[in-house]
């Protein structure tokens, strides 16, 4: 089946199309499929959306905490400056290397999506918390430790793993075959 189709661009000259035409409504016009290399871009920008939200909540943290204060002459040490950046550096290096084993893997742009995600949730309310948490405060000339600047941004990491450990097990999940392997019934018709 060929038709002829003139667009204003081509100043009259005609152009074959045959095939199937999409409707604006149907099934493959609403869903287009994306290319290896956009894949990868939508993969870059979400590692790089999760990696940007470590070191804005980091330096954040390192600019807002408050400060160590200590002794007669109420010394300051901006102590969650001093620590925070080591934090920030083991969470970018544990997002990174996550995306970089699954970069070939069918989903890695859903998992780079909900990963950034996740990261960034962490990571903000880690620099709430740690920029307006509690100060333990001791002795005559009070001695401040900040604990919640020194001990939200490690906590921040350790939840990092386990989000980067929670999306690599739901990825291992669905790539996984549905329904009972050939040769054998099922776990469950084994048991019952």
């Known amino acids: 089946m060929s038709s002829w189709v003139t667009h204003p661009a081509d ?3 005609p152009i074959v199309m045959s095939g ?3 409707s604006p409504t149907s099934d493959r016009a609403e869903r287009p499929v994306a290319s290896p290399a956009e894949k990868r871009n939508w993969v870059a920008a979400w590692t790089g959306l999760a990696i940007a939200a470590i070191w804005i909540a980091v330096t954040l943290i390192s600019v807002y905490a408050p400060d160590l204060v200590t002794g007669t002459s109420q010394d300051h040490v901006p102590l969650a400056a001093i ?5 920030g550096v083991l969470a970018s290096r544990n ?3 996550a995306i ?3 970069r070939r893997s069918p989903g890695v742009a859903d998992s ?3 990963l950034a995600i996740a990261v960034t949730t962490i990571w903000t309310i880690c620099m ?3 920029v307006a948490g509690p100060e333990w405060v001791s002795g005559t000339s009070p001695t401040r430790i900040p604990i919640s600047a020194i001990v939200a941004p490690i906590i921040a990491v350790v939840l990092t793993q386990l989000a980067i450990r929670l999306i690599k097990a739901l990825d291992n999940e669905t790539q996984q075959p549905a329904g009972p392997t050939e040769g054998g019934p099922s776990p469950q018709a084994r048991w019952s």
């Open 11 to 13: 100043l009259g000259t």
């Open 20 to 22: 199937p035409f999409l």
């Open 83 to 87: 620590l925070a950046w080591i934090w």
């Open 95 to 97: 997002v990174a290397v």
């Open 100 to 102: 970089l084993r699954r």
């Open 112 to 114: 780079a999506r909900l």
């Open 128 to 130: 709430i918390l740690a």
